[in-house]
């Protein structure tokens, strides 16, 4: 399994060939995908811990067509880990 933080640097690369932004913060909120000023984004809270960040990120792009994005294998197989967990 591929290393929480190299996975992160992943969903963010998978973020800019998508076009999404992918806003960090702080403050009490889980995060997820949301529109501002009309363009969709993904939010995700800095302050809790790597895992909830990723799987926040893997939940917010199974909302997205992705099987013909290149991305490497480990970052395919956590976010179809999470499509199993989300049914």
Request: aromatic letters at 8%; glycine letters at 6%.
């Amino acid at each position: 399994m591929m290393k929480k933080v190299k996975l992160y640097t992943e969903f963010e690369e998978l973020g800019q060939r998508l076009g999404l932004k992918i806003l960090k913060g702080k403050g009490d909120f889980s995060g997820g995908t949301c529109t501002v000023n009309n363009e969709t984004v993904i939010v995700i809270n800095k302050m809790k811990p790597m895992e909830q960040r990723l799987r926040t990120l893997a939940t917010s792009f199974l909302e997205y067509n992705l099987d013909e994005i290149y991305m490497v294998p480990a970052l395919r197989a956590y976010i179809e880990e999470s499509r199993l967990l989300d049914l």
